[in-house]
């Protein structure tokens, strides 16, 4: 499995940023996938996922803001972040765990070497 991110940079708050994950994962297995960040001094935390059924979860901080979705063939994971916060600014991982059901934060075990975000 090998998980690649892009899109990160700098950008004033209010803006937008749109995040991409290239994925090369098993074909004949089923993903959990989804991002997460770090900022300096703090833990790590999730910001969006797909379980392996499909469904998402957002963290509290990011509803109506972020929109995580994937393309059909789900070789890329992308995130769009509107309406940037100072508080967004972080490391943000691309992750994936192989599984049909339900996946927390301490499920997934690959992970992108992360792009950085500034606001």
């Known amino acids: 499995v090998q998980l690649v991110e892009s899109g990160g940079g700098s950008v004033q708050a209010g803006g937008s940023l749109r995040l991409s994950c290239a994925a090369s994962l098993y074909t004949d297995s089923n993903y959990c996938m989804g991002w997460f960040r770090q900022a300096p001094g703090k833990e790590r935390e999730g910001v969006a996922t797909?379980?392996?059924?499909?469904?998402?979860r957002y963290a509290d901080s990011v509803k109506g803001r972020f929109t995580i979705s994937q393309d059909n063939a789900k070789s890329t994971l992308y995130l769009q972040m509107n309406n940037l916060k100072p508080e967004d600014s972080g490391m943000y991982y691309c992750a994936a765990q192989q599984s049909w059901g339900a996946c927390y934060p301490d499920d997934f075990r690959d992970w992108g070497p992360g792009t950085q975000v500034t606001v």
């Open positions: 797909f379980d392996g059924d499909g469904s998402t």
